[in-house]
C-alpha cells in the first residue's frame, strides 16, 4: 500500500483532493507514488520517442531539438492528473497522418510553422468552446449509440490497418514486433494470465508493468536477431533549450498566421476534434468499468473538465511550441496500462487510481531527460508505437462491440458502415455518413398505431 501524509479516503468515495472545483492532488500529500508505474513509464519513454522521426521530417529540426518537444508535452500530460482529470492523456493519435498531408502543402520552414500553430490553436478553440458550453458531456449523453460504437470500431480498424498496411512498423522489423505483440497480449488479456497472476507472485509482480516487459524482451530478441540496430549510449542529460524554442519555432518568432491559413487548416481542425472525440468515448467506458471492479473509490470523469485541459495543453504548444500530434484526451495504450494493474489489485497493493496515473508520467518525463535512456531505447522508437496502437486497437474494437451487444442489428449494421468508412476515408467522412444513415434510417419519422379492432363473439352452441 502506497504511503502519503494526506487524510485517507473512506471506501467507496472519491480520492481527497484539495482547492475546491480544481480537486488538485499532489504525490505523498493526496496520494502515494506507485514505484512500478514510474518504472513502467520510464522503459516507455520510447513511445513517445516514436514522433520524433516524423517531427523532424516534417518541420526540418534535428533529433535533440525534437526531442526537447516531446519532453515538455510530456509535463503537460500532468495538468490532467494534477487537476481531477483521471485521464492518462495523449496525442490525437489517428490524425497523424492527416497533419503530415496538410503541412507538407506549405513550404517547408516559417509557413510551414505557421500553419502548424494555426492547427493546433483552432484545435484549441474547438475544445475549450465544448468545454465551457458543455458540448463533449451533451455529445457523450446524446450521440446515438451506433455513432459512438462505429467511432470506436473505426478508430480500432485505423489502428490496427496503420500498423499491418504496407510501409506499416510491423514490416520494419516483424519478428521483433509480432513477438512484443504476442507478450504484451498474453502478459494483458489472456485468459492463461489472470489465474496465474492469482497463483504466482512472481508473474503478478511481472505483469504490473504491463508492456514493458514484453518490449523489453522484443527489443533484446529484435537486437540478437539483427532486426534492431544496437544503440549508442550517451552519458549526459537531454537539454531542452527554451530560448531557442521560443525564438525560432514560437508565435513570436514566426508571427500570427494569416487569416487565409487558419481558414486552410479549419476543416482539418474540426476532423482532430471528431477523432479526438473517439478518445473520450474510450476513456470514458475504461472508467466505468473500472469503478465497476474496484468499489472501494469512486473515479470520476467529467468530459467538459477534460477538454478545457486539452484546451490549454493545445493554446500552450500552439503559442510556444507547436507539436505536430496535437494534444488530446487520452494515450489508450497507456490508460489500459494503468487500468489493468490498478483493477488487478486490491486496496491493500493500490491504494488510489491516482498514484499510478500520475507516476506514469513523471516516470516517462524523467526517463526522456536522461542521455543514457533515451539513446538505449532509440533504436526500439517502432517496437514501442506499434504496441500501443495495436492495444489501441484491440480496446476500441471490444468497446465498441461491447456498447452494441443490446441493441438492434439495424445500429449494428451502421456502426460496422462507420467505422468501415472512417477507418478507410478519414472521420469526417465516417462521421458524416454516420448521421445521414442514422437520421434515414434509425429516426422513426412515421408512427403507426395499431388498432386491434373487437372481435364479435358468435355463439356456436
Not at 48 to 64: C, H, K, N, R, T
Not at 68 to 78: E, G, V
Not at 349 to 355: C, F, L, R, V
Request: proline fraction near 5%; charged fraction near 15%; glycine fraction near 10%.
Amino acid at each position: 500500500m502506497a504511503f502519503y501524509f494526506g487524510k485517507q479516503r473512506e471506501d467507496g468515495a472519491e480520492q481527497p483532493y484539495a482547492l475546491g472545483h480544481l480537486k488538485l492532488r499532489l504525490p505523498f500529500v493526496h496520494y502515494g507514488i506507485e514505484f512500478p508505474d514510474w518504472l513502467q513509464g520510464a522503459i516507455l519513454c520510447v513511445v513517445p520517442m516514436g514522433i520524433s522521426a516524423v517531427i523532424m521530417d516534417v518541420l526540418g529540426i534535428p533529433f535533440e531539438l525534437a526531442i526537447a518537444f516531446i519532453i515538455i508535452n510530456n509535463f503537460l500530460y500532468l495538468l490532467h492528473t494534477s487537476f481531477g482529470d483521471p485521464s492518462i492523456a495523449g496525442w490525437v493519435t489517428a490524425g497523424i497522418p492527416l497533419y503530415v498531408s496538410f503541412l507538407s502543402g506549405f513550404p517547408e520552414g516559417k509557413e510551414r510553422i505557421e500553419a502548424l500553430i494555426a492547427l493546433q490553436i483552432l484545435v484549441a478553440v474547438i475544445f475549450l468552446l465544448m468545454g465551457l458550453f458543455k458540448g463533449a458531456e451533451k455529445l457523450v449523453e446524446k450521440i446515438p449509440i451506433s455513432l459512438k460504437a462505429g467511432i470506436l470500431l473505426g478508430a480500432g480498424f485505423a489502428a490496427i490497418f496503420g500498423e499491418f498496411s504496407e510501409g506499416g512498423r510491423v514490416w520494419t522489423m516483424p519478428v521483433t514486433i509480432l513477438l512484443g505483440a504476442a507478450f504484451g497480449f498474453f502478459m494483458m488479456f489472456s485468459k492463461t494470465a489472470a489465474p496465474l497472476r492469482a497463483r504466482y507472485g512472481l508473474f503478478r509482480y511481472i505483469a504490473q508493468f504491463g508492456i514493458a516487459v514484453p518490449f523489453a524482451l522484443s527489443y533484446v530478441i529484435g537486437i540478437i536477431i539483427g532486426e534492431v540496430q544496437m544503440p549508442e549510449i550517451s552519458w549526459s542529460f537531454v537539454a531542452i533549450p527554451f530560448g531557442e524554442i521560443v525564438s525560432s519555432y514560437s508565435i513570436f518568432a514566426v508571427g500570427v498566421p494569416s487569416f487565409d491559413t487558419f481558414m486552410k487548416a479549419l476543416p482539418l481542425a474540426v476532423a482532430a476534434y471528431i477523432i479526438a472525440f473517439g478518445d473520450v468515448l474510450v476513456v470514458n467506458s475504461l472508467l466505468k468499468n473500472a469503478d465497476e471492479v474496484r468499489k472501494d473509490e469512486k473515479i470520476v470523469f467529467s468530459p467538459t473538465r477534460n477538454s478545457i485541459i486539452v484546451s490549454i495543453r493545445n493554446f500552450i504548444e500552439g503559442i510556444f511550441m507547436p507539436f505536430l500530434p496535437l494534444s488530446g484526451p487520452q494515450w489508450t495504450g497507456g490508460q489500459v496500462l494503468v487500468l489493468n494493474r490498478y483493477m488487478n489489485n486490491k486496496r491493500e497493493q493500490i491504494d488510489s487510481y491516482w498514484g499510478g496515473a500520475t507516476g506514469i508520467f513523471w516516470g516517462m518525463s524523467i526517463a526522456l531527460m536522461l542521455g543514457p535512456v533515451v539513446t538505449l531505447f532509440k533504436p526500439g522508437v517502432n517496437i514501442g508505437m506499434a504496441l500501443t496502437m495495436l492495444i489501441q486497437g484491440y480496446l476500441c474494437g471490444y468497446l465498441g462491440i461491447d456498447l452494441l451487444k443490446n441493441e438492434s442489428n439495424l445500429q449494428k449494421g451502421i456502426a460496422v458502415i462507420v467505422g468501415a468508412i472512417l477507418a478507410t476515408k478519414g472521420a469526417a467522412w465516417g462521421l458524416g455518413i454516420g448521421l445521414i444513415l442514422w437520421f434515414v434510417l434509425e429516426r422513426e419519422w412515421i408512427k403507426t398505431t395499431l388498432v386491434q379492432q373487437p372481435v364479435e363473439s358468435k355463439d356456436f352452441s
